[in-house]
């Protein structure tokens, strides 16, 4: 039996990161048919001392538990849980309570991507690490703000496990490892050539294939070790799924296909013509009358049409590991690791509204002020197919160096070059041209006495549907090319300095020079005035840094060791920098060898994000809005509010800040880009006396939402421009506990049992965004879409040839959709079975989510589900294993 007890007070103000752990290890339970024997070879085993360095610490030790908890995943556990990657068994964890919007959640700006929130920190409070190095970041910022690490792309095939240090280790590994820090450790030898072949699909849709070939082999003083993957997933669009096929379940307002729009009385004009007759066929049939007059065109299925549940993906991944004994004592070592994707996905209807998102203009042939919209259907473009944006992404990390004793004695040393580039192209092919509002309404006229176009268009324009050669007219393709690096130098060093009575105390040492980059280059037709709208321009950054680290382990009694730790870093841009001293220290107490008591007291500190520091300033628009403020002030409940994800959504301006300071481990000066809705939510919370409309939060939230009049005669009280700039907010305090049990058990006749546990509880998640403010509960703020508490438990049965596994996964419960009160947590089941056949062949059946839940929440409308619970229903794999 093994039980970890874990308090984590993470990120306190005031409060330095301090983490308490009770370890009981009891002997396992086992039943055995007769004594058993140890031969000469195993008493040879058992003398021989075999020295690891985990996760969290320099030093290399013969006993792998340290004075911080890891959680170890194998390839094996990757494998017999049902997760199909490195991410979705990451993303498994107890302690990820955080929601990420990653690649199949209808993302929009990293759709390409995976990662994780550890602690509900965010993503990019994790430090990921390949073979204990960092790798390059996604070169495009995570919801158009903080940088992470694309954890979609880590082959399988050449994973040895993967560690997740449960806590802060800024004095081991410098800036980012504050919520944790995640140890991908790819394989240095393999169990002969294998070949794996997986393919499996859902209940609907999304069929996918994996093929992997890994291997190793020596040839004298050199061993190599190698793997390639091969995968393909088919998407799932939400008419694949049949709680979210349609928009109107419950009674909400189609999506108008074809609308003319009185400006001023908000009163839909007919369209002329034949009316919605030539679009009855879109959309697969779904096209119809609508209103008191019929006087517009609408569907029920264009959102679910667009809208990618999964993404499309096909990647190519390889990887090369070799070692090369000089001599006894040096060994020279390389590993590269390349992978390739090519991603498809979609979120949104191509639409156009007459002069922009707030647009209106003067029809000289009825004399009123009108608002003209459509939306596209897949038809007329020739095929869905044809509307997906597209991603080519290109990633590798390099690493060599040469390792070995240093003389006679007890130290080691490595000296090691590390390198890793990331690659994203972008081909969008729905960019408006910069003729489309002449398309539709014709030459403009000029303006009236306001300032207002004057046009006389033709309603031919409007009630007929586009074919493809049209569509090309007005609508073009783009391609943004995306590119971050990273590179260090390191020289480390370890071994043993002087004798204690109760054992001999080892040394540490690091230093590391490196510098990262990235440019963001959209498409150089934007600024030449070929679509209706500017780019954000390119922009890019590069930043160099320095560190010198230290850690000492003193074995101070038989049962009790220290251990100390202190790093330096510092990170300068061409015209400023930023140093940071962080230190650590942690006592591991064992007054039995089945016992452990462990506690540690670290320093953390994160340097400001890249995107932060580097952005220029920005101008654009959201693909969707929703203004809480409006739905509340007309009384509309938001499930069913016009003003809910209207599309396209609210303009913005947004801009770095190079005066930005670096983030302590208490998470003082916590450096934040304040969302738009996050923004909107508190401007209607501020409005309607929720919130003291005095204090510096609502102060701030007022300033940056730009309205029209409420007087206004056309478009009254609608949002203007949102003013989005990072800063450096008071604090965020977060606490919980997690909780690690294990046990194993032998039987003569059943087989062989082992039983796992893992639980996460957050009992604190405040944040203050200044000091003058009371803090703000997180935890029970229904805006807050993190779980408070997550478990999984599995057990694993293997007797003779057959082996097989159930996982159950806990999420905990999440606020409703409007806030009205708390979902019940979800329950899933995931199995797998594996036979045995031969010693070389192996096959496996593996079932996720195998009583096929949904969890639906019908209180915010479509999609009618509870975001962040999983939405695939059941999943099933076929897969052959064969050793050569």
């Known amino acids: 039996m093994y039980l970890n007890y874990l308090k984590y007070l993470g990120v306190e103000k005031n409060k330095h990161c301090f983490v308490f752990v009770l370890v009981a290890l009891l002997h396992p339970l086992q039943a055995y048919a007769e004594t058993q024997t140890e031969t000469p070879q195993q008493d040879a085993i058992k003398d021989k001392v075999v020295r690891v360095a985990v996760t969290g610490s320099r030093i290399s030790k013969a006993q792998k538990d340290g004075p911080t908890s890891v959680t170890v995943i194998t390839a094996a556990d990757i494998e017999k849980q049902g997760y199909t990657n490195a991410f979705d068994a990451l993303n498994n964890l107890a302690q990820n309570t955080g929601f990420v919007q990653g690649a199949d959640f209808g993302n929009i700006r990293t759709p ?45 095939a050449i994973i040895d496990r993967i560690e997740v240090l449960n806590g802060g280790a800024s004095a081991i590994y410098g800036s980012d490892a504050i919520a944790g820090v995640v140890n991908i450790i790819l394989k240095k030898k393999t169990d ?29 003083q050199l061993n190599l070790v190698y793997g390639f993957e091969f995968s393909a997933r088919e998407p799932i669009f939400a008419t694949d799924r049949h709680f979210m096929s349609t928009s109107t379940k419950k009674g909400e307002t189609p999506t ?70 000089l001599n006894d004592k040096t060994q020279l070592f390389a590993d590269v690791l390349i992978g390739a994707n090519q991603i498809q996905n979609n979120t949104r209807s191509p639409t156009w509204t007459s002069l922009g998102t707030n647009g209106y203009f003067l029809n000289q042939n009825s004399g009123n002020y009108e608002v003209w919209n459509r939306a596209f259907a897949p038809e007329e473009f020739g095929g869905l197919n044809k509307v997906n944006k597209k991603w080519q992404e290109f990633s590798s990390n390099l690493n060599f160096g040469i390792r070995g004793d240093i003389a006679d004695s007890s130290w080691n040393y490595e000296a090691a ?20 509002d002449e398309y539709f309404l014709g030459s403009r006229l000029g303006v009236d006495q306001d300032g207002v176009p004057i046009y006389a268009p033709d309603l031919k324009r409007l009630n007929q549907p586009l074919n493809p050669s049209e569509i090309a007219k007005v609508f073009g393709t783009s391609e943004q090319k995306d590119r971050s690096w990273v590179q260090s130098l390191s020289v480390s060093a370890n071994g043993d300095v002087f004798e204690l009575p109760a054992g001999t105390a080892k040394l540490a040492a690091i230093a590391e020079v490196g510098r990262q980059g990235f ?79 462990r506690s540690n007291y670290q320093t953390s500190f994160r340097a400001p994000d890249m995107n932060y520091l580097f952005l220029n300033k920005q101008k654009g628009y959201y693909s969707s809005t929703t203004d809480y403020l409006r739905c509340e002030q007309t009384g509309q409940p938001l499930n069913n509010c016009e003003f809910r994800l209207y599309s396209p959504g609210a303009d913005y301006i947004k801009v770095g800040n190079k005066d930005l300071k670096p ?32 204090d ?43 909780l690690t049990s294990k046990w194993r058990w032998k039987t003569d006749h059943w087989g062989n049992f082992l039983w796992s546990i893992n639980f996460s509880r957050t009992l604190k998640n405040k944040y203050q965004q200044s000091k003058e403010d009371p803090a703000d509960d997180l935890l029970w703020d229904k805006s807050n879409l993190d779980w408070r508490d997550r478990f999984n438990s599995s057990l694993s049965w293997s007797r003779g040839p057959f082996e097989s596994t159930v996982l159950l996964s806990r999420y905990g419960k999440l606020p409703k959709a409007d806030e009205s009160g708390w979902l019940n947590p979800m329950y899933v089941v995931n199995w797998s079975g594996t036979y045995q056949i031969s010693p070389k062949a192996s096959a496996s059946i593996i079932v996720n989510n195998l009583f096929d839940k949904d969890k639906l929440d019908y209180t915010g409308g479509w999609a009618y589900y509870a975001t962040g619970y999983p939405l695939y229903g059941r999943q099933a794999w076929l897969e052959f294993n064969y050793k050569f």
């Open 417 to 436: 070059y590390n390198g890793s580039i990331y690659t994203s192209n972008l081909r969008n092919p729905i960019n408006q041209l910069a003729g489309i």
């Open 256 to 325: 108008t296909i074809v609308g003319r729009r009185n400006a001023e009385t908000g009163q839909y004009l007919p369209i002329g013509g034949d009316g919605c007759q030539p679009y009855e066929q879109l959309f697969k049939g779904s096209v119809h009358n609508f209103g008191k007059n019929g006087d517009r065109c609408a569907s029920d299925r264009v959102r679910s049409t667009y809208w990618s549940v999964q993404t499309q993906n096909r990647s190519q991944n390889g990887y090369l590991g070799l070692d090369y004994a």
């Open 663 to 694: 983030e302590n481990g208490t998470i003082d000066d916590q450096v934040t880009n304040l969302s738009a809705d996050k923004l909107l939510r508190t401007e209607a919370d501020c409005r309607a006396g929720r919130r003291n409309i005095n």
């Open 192 to 220: 002969g050539t294998q070949v794996n072949i997986k393919a499996g699909t859902t209940k609907e849709g999304g069929e996918n294939l994996r093929l992997q070939l890994s291997g190793s082999n020596s040839l004298d």
């Open 112 to 156: 390409a991507a995976n990662a994780i929130s550890l602690r509900g920190l965010g993503p990019n409070y994790t430090l990921t690490l390949i073979n204990g190095h960092r790798v390059a970041d996604y070169p495009v910022a995570y919801e158009g703000n903080v940088n992470f690490v694309n954890l979609a792309n880590i082959s399988t």
């Open 519 to 597: 440019k963001n280059r959209p498409d150089k037709a934007f600024e030449q005035g070929k679509f209706n709208t500017t780019s954000y321009g390119e922009y890019g950054g590069v930043r160099s840094r320095q560190a010198l680290g230290t850690e000492l382990f003193l074995p101070l009694a038989k049962p009790l060791n220290l251990t100390l730790s202190g790093r330096y870093d510092r990170y300068a841009l061409s015209d400023n920098s930023i140093d940071k001293f962080t230190f650590g220290s942690g006592v591991e107490f064992r007054p039995d060898p089945t016992l452990l008591l």
């Open 696 to 738: 510096t939060q609502c102060i701030d939230a007022l300033a940056r939402i730009e309205r029209n009049p409420n007087d206004a005669v056309v478009n009254p009280n609608v949002i203007r421009n949102i003013n989005i700039v990072p800063i450096n907010a008071a604090s965020v305090s977060s606490s919980g506990i997690d």
